[in-house]
């Protein structure tokens, strides 16, 4: 009687463990996903303005070598 009362609750703490270990996967995982979605954004938002700063010094350097252009004439 007593072994059978201890296997049911080796029985149920290893169910509990199970439960627990896949718990904390799912939510390690989710938050790696979160991570990796945030850091995706970063990476877009730092191209984007990359790209506008290159844009906006490549429109400033036309203007400067347009107005030297027309003062040596």
Do not use: H, P
């Not at 439960?19 to 799912?26: F, G, K, P, R, V």
């Not at 995982?29 to 506008?52: N, S």
């Amino acid at each position: 009687m007593m072994g059978e009362l201890w296997k049911n609750q080796m029985d149920d703490l290893l169910k509990y463990l199970i439960i627990i270990t896949l718990a904390y996967y799912l939510v390690k995982g989710l938050l790696y996903l979160l991570m990796w979605q945030m850091t995706f954004k970063v990476q877009e938002k730092a191209l984007a303005a990359k790209k506008k700063e290159k844009e906006r010094r490549q429109a400033e350097n036309e203007i400067w070598t347009s107005k030297t252009d027309d003062d040596s004439d």
